[in-house]
């Protein structure tokens, strides 16, 4: 290995944001301490060797706090220069030598802070079929989906590899790629500075740097859309790649494509190294060879990246390990919609609730442990929420990463409550709250929003009546249901409109004559009445439907508290519940919508599927509690209830439940500020 020190001077002028950035943008966000701190805990992790500049990272940590605070000063007032790289001749395994160029470490934690603020945006854009420097990816996952393709069929290959990628890649393609995804100048500046750094050629990614994976990845990821499909499927790993094909003429064609491409870009196609080959020939990739048949490994398991337990957490779990089949609800009378389009991936939650597991951190990921046991691992860009139940550990570096990420972190009691959450802080909306507080405070204007959402509860308690009419319910449910259709109209339009009902206590009451109607006759729709014995809606878990509903509603309450207060609301200013200290009336005020679409509609489908029967339920003095498989079927029933397509009915797009949330959320910001009539969202008969 040959060392040299590179001879590069910083930049003459330094780099200059600008006089003001908007706050709570991403270069606001990169540049926070907290941001800069979690960053250097990575490069402090990795302990790699010292810059051009000498200084080393263990010279760089007694002094760490006070130098990520200049660091943080300059960055924002346009103070900060790159110092200089040193440069490393990494000998190659085919021979030759790969060049290394390590930044110094106050430039290595900078670009860490970018790399954690842009992987959740820019990763969620990249395609299926890139594997490399990806959070929750690995080397196993990319063999694995060149062996599906095998068996499917796509025999033949194309072998490819990059002419020196890295050192190849077009300084202005990739800045102008970067700008169609990030429109916040500062930090594409910034990044261009580090670029120009590195090489005043106007070409090349320093391979000593953290955020170089990711732009790699971002620079070719225009090629990777264009040579999917029309009968190719690629899996690419960095700058090595397969296209596969089920004949040797549409290979000779996709290698030919694929190298027209990478000249459109300024790269070239390696002819050394590609070629096109069967598997009934042999291919190798990233040390496997696959065989006819088979699928042989070349190099130790340990030498490759672990594989990571992102399917299993994506599948709300940590905890919830079954799969969700056997729980997972019909919607009474559903149609079928379009797969879901906007807000699809909000608000996604892992749960975390056995007692003696732990939620921590590993490089970019959150990961949970038992004991020192890896169960799962999950990069912050695929969670939006995590649930810890009681007895669950948390580090807090796993909370350092929740509040670089935007991921709310709760403590629930295990029964549906909330014991205590970690938000992360946020600019919040002034003028917004400040719209919000007008409308409460003006008596019209409140009472008139009042009655759309009593209304909109009401005739939502009807529908769900008559679409478990639709199927094989009891025969004196369906007769009751009819009889009560009518009479519980005729409470939503009087709540809508009569003078009389002119206060929130009279349309409450109102609400509670509904009730009276509604709940019974739930109770009538199960075919095992003992567990509503009730036939009301009581809280504490009087019988087993109430502890259910008790859950479901506790997971409502939370999806609509993150989507109200993404969107700048006061949770606490709502029109229909009063305003109290540590209530969050505004939440209320929303799950009246839901509550029979989402809550009861699942509860009545948990029980009536057989997902809920007496063991999961004990005595609980007066009341009834779930069990830990009880509670987790609620958990899985819930998530696989709000994961079903349905319409929006402001949009009309395809969504799922919790973009609902948050359309519904958005509309109520409009009413507040401009006086945009707001809707409660209404079932579809």
Excluded at 8 to 26: C, H, I, M, N, V
Excluded at 386 to 406: F, K, M, Y
Excluded at 593 to 602: K, S
Aim: aromatic share 8%; glycine share 8%.
């Amino acid at each position: 290995m040959s060392v040299e020190n590179t001879t590069k001077e910083a930049l003459a002028q330094p780099y200059l944001p600008g006089p003001r950035f908007p706050p709570d943008s991403l270069f606001d966000r990169a540049t926070r301490h907290a941001t800069l701190w979690l960053a250097w805990e990575k490069v402090r992790a990795n302990n790699g060797a010292a810059g051009g500049d000498g200084m080393t990272v263990a010279r760089y940590a007694p002094a760490a706090h006070g130098r990520l605070s200049r660091l943080s000063h300059d960055l924002r007032n346009g103070r900060y220069r790159p110092g200089p790289a040193r440069r490393v001749f990494i000998p190659k395994p085919d021979g030759g030598v790969r060049p290394l160029d390590i930044p110094p470490v106050q430039d290595r934690i900078a670009q860490a802070a970018v790399a954690i603020v842009l992987t959740p945006l820019l990763d969620a854009e990249f395609e299926d079929s890139s594997f490399a420097y990806r959070p929750g990816r690995s080397v196993l996952q990319a063999v694995a989906r060149v062996a599906k393709h095998r068996r499917a069929g796509f025999r033949w290959v194309v072998d490819g590899d990059i002419t020196r990628y890295f050192e190849r890649v077009p300084h202005e393609g990739l800045l102008s790629r970067l700008e169609r995804s990030v429109s916040d100048a500062p930090l594409v500046d910034l990044i261009a500075t580090w670029l120009e750094h590195h090489s005043h050629e106007g070409r090349g990614l320093p391979q000593g740097s953290p955020l170089s994976p990711l732009l790699a990845n971002l620079y070719l990821d225009e090629v990777d859309e264009a040579i999917e499909g029309r009968g190719l499927r690629l899996v690419r790993f960095a700058d090595d790649f397969l296209i596969l094909c089920k004949d040797e003429a549409l290979a000779a064609g996709a290698k030919a494509r694929m190298a027209a491409l990478l000249a459109e870009y300024g790269l070239e196609l390696n002819a050394e190294k590609s070629r096109i080959t069967s598997f009934d020939q042999g291919v190798r990739f990233l040390g496997h060879l696959f065989v006819k048949g088979m699928v042989v490994k070349e190099i130790p398991l340990d030498d490759m990246p672990p594989e990571d337990a992102l399917a299993a957490a994506e599948q709300w779990t940590a905890a919830v390990t079954e799969a969700p089949d056997a729980s997972v609800p019909d919607d009474p009378g559903a149609e079928a919609a379009a797969p879901p389009g906007r807000w699809a991936a909000r608000q996604r939650v892992m749960y975390v609730l056995q007692p003696g597991r732990r939620l921590a951190t590993a490089g970019e990921s959150f990961v949970v442990r038992e004991a020192e046991t890896e169960l799962a691992r999950v990069a912050p860009h695929r969670v939006d929420r995590i649930e810890l139940g009681r007895g669950v550990a948390l580090d807090v570096e796993a909370l350092d990463l929740a509040a670089a990420t935007d991921t709310v972190v709760l403590r629930t009691d295990g029964w549906g409550r909330a014991l205590g959450r970690w938000t992360p802080a946020g600019s919040g909306r002034a003028k917004r709250q400040l719209a919000q507080a007008a409308l409460v405070l003006d008596p019209a204007r409140r009472i008139a929003l009042a009655r759309r959402i009593v209304s909109g509860r009401i005739l939502s308690q009807r529908t769900l009546l008559k679409r478990l009419s639709r199927g094989k319910p009891p025969p004196a449910f369906k007769a009751a249901a009819t009889e009560a259709a009518p009479r519980l109209r005729r409470l939503a339009r009087a709540a809508a409109l009569d003078p009389k009902l002119g206060t929130t206590a009279a349309l409450m009451g109102q609400e509670g004559a509904a009730a009276a109607i509604y709940w019974p006759l739930l109770a009538l729709s199960l075919d095992k009445p003992e567990f509503f014995r009730g036939q009301r809606r009581r809280r504490q878990g009087e019988d087993p439907v109430n502890a259910v509903l008790d859950v479901l509603s506790g997971l409502l309450a939370r999806d609509l508290e993150v989507a109200l207060e993404r969107h700048g609301l006061h949770t606490g200013f709502a029109v229909l519940h009063a305003a109290e200290d540590g209530v969050e009336a505004l939440v209320h005020d929303l799950m009246e919508e839901f509550r029979a679409p989402v809550v009861e509609a699942c509860a009545l489908a948990l029980f009536g599927r057989r997902a809920l029967e007496a063991k999961h339920f004990d005595a609980w003095g007066d009341s009834w509690r779930l069990t830990g498989d009880g509670y987790s079927a609620c958990i899985r029933g819930y998530e696989a209830w709000v994961a079903r397509p349905v319409r929006g009915q402001r949009s009309g797009e395809s969504m799922l439940w919790r973009g609902v949330m948050e359309e519904q959320a958005l509309a109520y910001a409009a009413q507040c500020e401009d006086d945009t009539p707001y809707e409660p969202y209404r079932m579809d008969y």
